[in-house]
């Protein structure tokens, strides 16, 4: 299956906003006073929220959070992470 250069792209936004939020978290664990990080840290969520249901408009569920019709609907296609294994490494 061909995945498009643009669900391509926001899947690896998603998982690089994913990882900073994480990250970020686990900075402020240490550093609950640092005003910049937290900021950054909030809007890195704000805007992976809303990439995360971008996304799931228009292509698939990223997580089974989700209600689905009958049949059941929760992944017909490759999974995330081998969308990128689906296109040769590209």
Same mark, same amino acid.
């Given at each position: 299956? @061909?995945?498009?250069? #643009?669900?391509?792209?926001?899947?690896? #936004?998603?998982?690089?906003?994913?990882?900073?939020?994480? %990250?970020?978290?686990?900075?402020?664990?240490? *550093?609950?006073?640092?005003?910049?990080?937290?900021?950054? *840290?909030?809007?890195?969520?704000?805007?992976? @929220? @809303?990439?995360? +249901?971008?996304? +799931?408009?228009?292509?698939?569920?990223?997580?089974? %959070?989700?209600?689905?019709?009958?049949?059941?609907?929760?992944?017909? %296609?490759?999974?995330?992470? %081998?969308?990128?294994?689906?296109?040769?490494?590209?």
């Amino acid at each position: 299956m @061909k995945i498009d250069r #643009e669900r391509l792209e926001m899947l690896k #936004e998603i998982m690089a906003l994913d990882f900073s939020s994480i %990250e970020l978290n686990l900075y402020l664990d240490t *550093h609950p006073m640092d005003q910049r990080a937290l900021a950054v *840290h909030n809007d890195y969520g704000m805007k992976l @929220k @809303k990439l995360k +249901e971008e996304y +799931e408009e228009k292509y698939a569920f990223l997580t089974h %959070e989700n209600v689905s019709d009958c049949p059941w609907e929760w992944i017909e %296609e490759p999974w995330p992470w %081998e969308i990128d294994y689906e296109m040769g490494g590209r």
